[in-house]
């Protein structure tokens, strides 16, 4: 291939996507290579869908608010739906010691000024009159959150993408990167080699044997998670719902009704289940239906359409990694979502468009100290 990308990405997914269509709106000459049939094949299409910025980490929710505003304003300025819903978080709490660390997070949250506050148990009851009371003590709710549909979104991002002139390569495998006068040479298994100025590391669960060819170790723990989803029902619950206490099995569980009125759900292995593994399991349902009846009794009725299983890439601290290589200059790595690349997507996308154009802000600066390949990762997030 004679073409000389400004820019080749490495992976049509969570982050792939939307930096393709940033970095081809900025100017920038664009390509994208996946192993997969079609965008959007690999755990982008597992994720439920939620959308937040509030976080405990500071870094992921300077991310979140960039990516809550590309969602909500996506229909506005592309034209297309994408699902998208402002119905907001809640977490209902029941032990005191929840309570501490909730509280403890809304001092980080507000300095970073989001609109998230602790709310009574008469509030909770007043946002779901369906809950259960039961030792109910009161929760964080906050109401700019939302949702959109996985689906949707990639193939309205890669749609808008083509129509500008990014260029989509299928069903080719990397088999080696060489970098030879400023320009790097990328071969697939399909014998087709592609030149680049700058590569985008943005291969998901993949992501660590990318950055082998650059002589750089990423090391992910990834583990599975399963999640369903109902038949579609009239509009009765508006916040994604997360439950943080422990049961036999899970550490947490959350759930929403989505635009179209299906309750999508999802739950927390405890302990964790190491691997790739992506088969379904027959304890999931049971495990979970359990624990979403007890607290909202109505959803006994609603009959399950699906279940299916994706993958969190995690990084050794559960933070993303977003950062440029430094043993080879023009190389960026954007990976380790740890199940939240889905809603980090856009702003990561935001994020590496300032950096292939040197325009990084202060707050820029600050996400990528936070989030370096080089960081420690000794700390870990309060409720990740």
């Not at 954007?334 to 199940?339: K, P, R, V």
Request: with cysteine; proline share 5%; glycine share 8%.
């Amino acid at each position: 291939m004679d073409t000389i990308f400004d820019v080749l990405i490495i992976g049509a997914g969570s982050i792939g996507i939307p930096t393709a269509l940033l970095c081809v709106e900025s100017g920038l000459n664009v390509g994208v290579i996946d192993k997969n049939h079609s965008a959007g094949q690999g755990d982008n299409k597992a994720a439920i869908g939620g959308i937040r910025a509030t976080h405990a980490e500071p870094a992921k929710i300077v991310l979140g608010k960039d990516s809550l505003n590309f969602f909500q304003n996506w229909e506005k300025i592309y034209g297309s739906s994408i699902g998208w819903k402002k119905g907001g978080y809640l977490y209902p709490i029941f032990e005191k010691q929840h309570e501490e660390i909730l509280k403890k997070n809304l001092i980080t949250q507000h300095q970073f000024n989001l609109n998230i506050n602790w709310v009574s148990a008469d509030e909770i009851r007043d946002i779901i009159p369906q809950i259960e009371e039961q030792n109910l003590i009161g929760g964080t709710w906050s109401p700019d959150d939302g949702s959109a549909s996985p689906i949707m979104t990639s193939q309205a991002l890669y749609l808008e993408g083509l129509k500008n002139g990014v260029k989509y390569f299928f069903n080719e495998n990397i088999i080696s990167i060489e970098k030879v006068n400023d320009v790097f040479f990328v071969k697939s298994d399909s014998q087709s080699i592609f030149k680049a100025k700058w590569i985008i590391n943005a291969g998901g669960t993949g992501i660590s044997q990318i950055a082998k060819f650059f002589n750089t170790e990423i090391t992910l723990v990834p583990d599975s998670h399963e999640a369903g989803i109902t038949e579609p029902v009239k509009p009765f619950l508006k916040p994604m719902i997360v439950d943080i206490r422990k049961d036999i099995g899970s550490s947490n569980y959350y759930f929403y009704q989505n635009y179209e009125g299906q309750i999508e759900f999802c739950i927390t292995p405890d302990p964790p289940i190491i691997g790739e593994n992506r088969d379904s399991t027959s304890q999931f349902l049971p495990m979970v239906a359990k624990r979403m009846i007890k607290l909202m009794p109505t959803l006994s009725v609603l009959r399950v359409r699906r279940t299916w299983r994706g993958i969190y890439p995690n990084s050794l601290d559960g933070s993303p990694i977003i950062g440029f290589d430094s043993n080879i200059e023009n190389v960026i790595h954007a990976g380790a979502m740890c199940g939240q690349g889905y809603m980090f997507g856009p702003a990561v996308a935001i994020l590496i468009v300032k950096m292939i154009k040197n325009r990084l802000e202060e707050k820029d600066n600050f996400v990528l100290k936070r989030l370096s390949l080089n960081r420690d990762f000794l700390s870990h997030e309060t409720l990740k």
